[in-house]
C-alpha cells in the first residue's frame, strides 16, 4: 500500500475557464488514483485551530452580516413589497391566499411576480451565503481584514453564475430542502417555511402517506447532505452549477468518514458545551426575579432585565453561528477537495467565469489560527455599556407596564372542530351538544349536497373514513346517507351516530345557544348552496348565531355582495399583500400564516382573527397568550383547562410565553 500523502501537501488551484483537464491534475500526475486524507482529524481541522482560525476574522464576518441585514431589511424586502403590493393592485386585488393564488398566478402580473421572486430570492443567496463563503475563504488565505464594500461586491459578482436554469436547482436546494430537512445552507427569510398542521395531521393519520412522507423527507434529506459544498464548489473551483452539485456528492461520498467521524462529533460538543452555558446564563438571569417578593416591581424588573440580556447574549451566538458554520465547512472543504477524484464536466465551460477569489489550500488553514485576533476594548466596553443601558431601561419600562404587556388571561372563543371535536363522533348532533355543554362558543360543521339536493354533513370528500362506505355524498340520496352511521373514532360517548341534516344541526345549535360555523364544502359549494343554507338560517332566525365559512374566496366574495347582513368567515393558511383588506368578518388563519403582525393587521381592518386547527399544547399554549379572538380545535376540554392552567401562570411563565412562544 502506498503511503498515504498529508492534506497539507496538496493545493487546491483556480481552474482555468475551459479547462478541459482535472483539476488535480496541475499537483499529480494524470494517471494517479485520487488519495484521500488519513481517516483521523488532519491537524488544520482541530477545534483549536478552527475556533482560533474564527476568532481572528469574526469582526469581518459581523460586519458584514450588519451590512447585509440593512441592505436586505432596508433595501431588497421593501423594494420587493412595493413590486408585490404594486402587481398585486394591478390584477384589481388588495391581497391573494390559498383560496385565490392560482388565477392570479396565471395571470401576466403573477407570472411577472415568480420572475421578480426568483430574482429576489437570487439576491439573498447571493448575499446571505455567497458573501459569508467568500469572506471565509479570503480570511483562510490570510487576510484578517476586509472592506465592506469589498466584500459585498465580491458577493454580488458571484450573481450571475446563478442566474441561469440550472440556478433554480440551487433556489430549490435553498428554498424547499433545507427548511424541510434543517440539512445545508439556508436563508432565514424561509427559517420558518413547512408543511401546514392541517396537511400533516391527515398525513400522519394515514400510515401509507406517513410511509410515503417518511421516504421523501429521508430522500431530501440525504440531498441536503449530499449537495452541502455545492456553493463551495461552483465559488471556490469555478464549478458550473451542474457540475458544482455532481462534485460536491462526491466529496460527501469519498469523504464522509473524515466529516462523520472526524471533524462532526467534536462541532457537536461544541455546540452542547454553548447549549449547556445558554441554559445555565438563562437560569441564573431568571434566579434574582424569583428570589425577590413575587409580582413586586423589583422583581419583575430584576427578573426582566436578566431575561432582556440573556436574550440579547443568545441572539449574538445565533447571529455568529452562522458564519462560524460556513468557516468550518470552507476549511473542510479546502482540506478535503483535493482529494476527490474529479472530471471535465465539472467545471465553468469555456467563455465562463474564473473563481471569484484565489482559492485557499490546505496550508493557509493550518496557519488561519496562528494570529491570535486584535481586541478593540473601547469599542466592546462601548457596546456592552450600550446594551446593558438600553436592557435596563427597558425593563423598568415593562416592569411598570407588567400587566398591560404580559395579560395574565385574554378572552378566547373556542371553536370546536367537527361539532365537538374529540368530544362525540365528528360532524353529528350530538358533537353539538358536547361542544355546548364544554363551553365551546362556536361549533363548527362542514356542508355538502346529497344527489337529491339535501344538505347533510360530512367532511371528507367521501364516507369511508367515517362511516365505511367510500361513496361520495353527491353520489348518494339523503335516504341512502341517513341509514349510514358515523363511528366515534375518539372513543368517547356516544360510540356511534347517525348522519345528521343541516336542519338538525342548527335545531341543535339554536337549542344550545351555542354558535354556528357553517363550513360550505366540496364540489357543490356554489351560489345555489349560499342561497339554501342562508335561507334555511332565515327560517330559523339564526342569522346572528351563524357563520357562513368557505376555504373558496370567490365563495366569500359572492355571500358578503348579495348578503352583507350575514356574517362570513374565509378560511386560509397562507396570504401575500395585504391581508386585512381580504373580506371577511372572520379571517380563519392556520397556525403558521397567524402572526402576531397579521393578526394586530386583522383587527386594525376591523375584522376578528381565529386560527385553526389548534390541537397541541405548544399550540395552545401560544394563541391563548396572542392577541387572536378564538380558536378551533378538537380538544376543546383541553384548551379549557390549558386557558385554566395560564390564568395561573408565575411572572416568569408570562414572560416567557409573550416573549418566546407567543
Known amino acids: 500500500m502506498p503511503t498515504e500523502p498529508t492534506p497539507q501537501e496538496h493545493h487546491m488551484p483556480a481552474e482555468t475557464p475551459g479547462a478541459s483537464t482535472d483539476v488535480a491534475s496541475s499537483t499529480a500526475p494524470s494517471t494517479a488514483a485520487p488519495r484521500r486524507p488519513r481517516s483521523n482529524l488532519p491537524r488544520q481541522l482541530t477545534l483549536g485551530g478552527l475556533v482560533g482560525g474564527f476568532r481572528s476574522t469574526i469582526g469581518r464576518f459581523l460586519q458584514y452580516q450588519v451590512l447585509a441585514a440593512l441592505l436586505v431589511g432596508l433595501v431588497i424586502l421593501p423594494l420587493f413589497r412595493l413590486a408585490l403590493t404594486g402587481l398585486i393592485r394591478w390584477s384589481g386585488r388588495r391581497a391573494i391566499s390559498s383560496g385565490d393564488y392560482l388565477s392570479f398566478l396565471l395571470s401576466v402580473q403573477g407570472i411577472v411576480l415568480v420572475l421578480v421572486g426568483l430574482l429576489v430570492l437570487s439576491l439573498l443567496v447571493v448575499i446571505n451565503i455567497n458573501g459569508l463563503m467568500l469572506i471565509a475563504a479570503d480570511s483562510l488565505k490570510g487576510h484578517r481584514k476586509g472592506t465592506l464594500w469589498g466584500d459585498l461586491k465580491a458577493a454580488l459578482a458571484s450573481f450571475p453564475r446563478f442566474v441561469q436554469p440550472a440556478g433554480l436547482l440551487i433556489l430549490a436546494y435553498v428554498g424547499l430542502v433545507v427548511p424541510l430537512t434543517g440539512m445545508g445552507f439556508g436563508l432565514s427569510a424561509l427559517s420558518g417555511l413547512r408543511i401546514p398542521n392541517f396537511i400533516t395531521s391527515v398525513i400522519y393519520a394515514n400510515p401509507l402517506y406517513l410511509t410515503g412522507y417518511t421516504v421523501l423527507i429521508i430522500l431530501l434529506a440525504v440531498v441536503g447532505v449530499l449537495s452541502i459544498f455545492v456553493f463551495h464548489s461552483v465559488l471556490l473551483r469555478g464549478s458550473t452549477v451542474w457540475g458544482g452539485f455532481r462534485f460536491s456528492w462526491r466529496l460527501v461520498r469519498q469523504q464522509a468518514r473524515l466529516f462523520f467521524v472526524g471533524l462532526l462529533p467534536r462541532l457537536l460538543v461544541l455546540f452542547l458545551i454553548a447549549g449547556a452555558v445558554a441554559a445555565v446564563f438563562l437560569v441564573l438571569a431568571a434566579l434574582p426575579g424569583e428570589l425577590l417578593e413575587p409580582q413586586s416591581f423589583g422583581a419583575r424588573f430584576a427578573l426582566l432585565t436578566g431575561l432582556l440580556l440573556a436574550a440579547v447574549v443568545l441572539a449574538v451566538a445565533g447571529f455568529v453561528l452562522a458564519p462560524f458554520a460556513i468557516y468550518v465547512q470552507t476549511a473542510f472543504f479546502v482540506v478535503a477537495a483535493p482529494h476527490v477524484e474529479q472530471t471535465a464536466r465539472d467545471v465553468q465551460k469555456a467563455g465562463g467565469s474564473s473563481p471569484f477569489t484565489p482559492a485557499p489550500t490546505a496550508e493557509d488553514v493550518r496557519h488561519a489560527g496562528d494570529q491570535a485576533p486584535r481586541r478593540r476594548r473601547r469599542l466592546v466596553t462601548g457596546v456592552v455599556a450600550l446594551v446593558l443601558t438600553l436592557c435596563v431601561g427597558l425593563a423598568a419600562l415593562l416592569a411598570a407596564n407588567f400587566?398591560?404587556?404580559?395579560?395574565?388571561?385574554?378572552?378566547?372563543?373556542?371553536?370546536?372542530?367537527?361539532?365537538?371535536?374529540?368530544?362525540?363522533?365528528?360532524?353529528?348532533?350530538?358533537?353539538?351538544?358536547?361542544?355546548?355543554?364544554?363551553?365551546?362558543?362556536?361549533?363548527?360543521?362542514?356542508v355538502r349536497r346529497t344527489a337529491d339536493g339535501a344538505y347533510m354533513i360530512n367532511h371528507d370528500p367521501n364516507l369511508k373514513r367515517v362511516t365505511g362506505d367510500s361513496r361520495t355524498m353527491e353520489e348518494m340520496t339523503s335516504e341512502q346517507i341517513a341509514g349510514l352511521k358515523i363511528h366515534n373514532q375518539f372513543g368517547s360517548q356516544p360510540s356511534e351516530a347517525p348522519v345528521p341534516t343541516l336542519d338538525q344541526i342548527l335545531d341543535a345549535g339554536k337549542k344550545d345557544e351555542i354558535g354556528m360555523f357553517v363550513e360550505l364544502k366540496g364540489p357543490t359549494a356554489d351560489h345555489q348552496m349560499v342561497e339554501d343554507v342562508i335561507r334555511t338560517i332565515r327560517e330559523k332566525g339564526m342569522e346572528d348565531q351563524s357563520v357562513l365559512l368557505s376555504l373558496d374566496y370567490d365563495l366569500i366574495t359572492y355571500i358578503e355582495e348579495k348578503h352583507p347582513e350575514i356574517q362570513t368567515g374565509y378560511l386560509f393558511y397562507f396570504s401575500v399583500g395585504e391581508a386585512d383588506m381580504l373580506v371577511g368578518d372572520y379571517l380563519i388563519l392556520e397556525e403558521d400564516a397567524a402572526t402576531p403582525d397579521r393578526i394586530a393587521r386583522i383587527h386594525a381592518g376591523g375584522k376578528k382573527a381565529i386560527v385553526w386547527t389548534v390541537n397541541t399544547k405548544e399550540s395552545m399554549e401560544k394563541f391563548l397568550g396572542s392577541e387572536a379572538d378564538g380558536l378551533i380545535t378538537d380538544h376543546v376540554t383541553q384548551v379549557k383547562d390549558t386557558e385554566e392552567e395560564m390564568s395561573h401562570r408565575t411572572d416568569l411563565q408570562r414572560v416567557v410565553d409573550t416573549l418566546f412562544v407567543g
Open 403 to 446: 400587566d398591560d404587556v404580559f395579560a395574565q388571561r385574554r378572552d378566547m372563543a373556542v371553536v370546536a372542530h367537527r361539532t365537538g371535536g374529540d368530544l362525540a363522533p365528528e360532524n353529528s348532533v350530538a358533537g353539538v351538544d358536547a361542544a355546548a355543554k364544554a363551553g365551546a362558543a362556536f361549533s363548527e360543521f362542514d
